[in-house]
């Protein structure tokens, strides 16, 4: 179960991380409650996750896939431009991720 809780806390990131831009420097009211509840979600359930799983792996999974998923919301609902240094970055995170898993 911790890991579905993972997934859980890693999608309420990627939601709280994208509603940051609809914020408007936290002058549109529902973004901003929305974002608060998506990050607070997002911690409750990776403090679940992390009542079985080790703190390493579980804050490089959550942070670098979160990373790159949020990458990929600003592509499609926002339009912003991915370039060959973009890709490569996210492709570093996800290789990154995936090192430290193997070393767990």
């Known amino acids: 179960m911790s890991f579905v809780y993972l997934v ?21 009211i529902v973004p901003t409650i929305s974002m608060l509840i998506s990050y607070g979600a997002a911690f409750y359930f ?19 896939l979160g990373t790159a998923l949020t990458a990929i919301v600003g592509v ?6 991915m370039n060959v240094a973009k890709l490569l970055g996210l492709l570093l995170i996800i290789i990154g991720v995936a090192i430290l898993n193997l070393a767990v």
Do not use: Q, R
């Open 8 to 28: 859980i806390a890693i999608v309420f990131e990627v939601i709280g991380s994208s509603l940051l831009k609809k914020t408007h420097k936290f002058t549109k």
């Open 46 to 64: 990776l403090a679940l996750a992390l009542y079985e799983l080790p703190l390493g792996f579980s804050y490089a999974i959550w942070s670098g």
């Open 76 to 81: 499609i609902v926002y339009k912003e431009v």
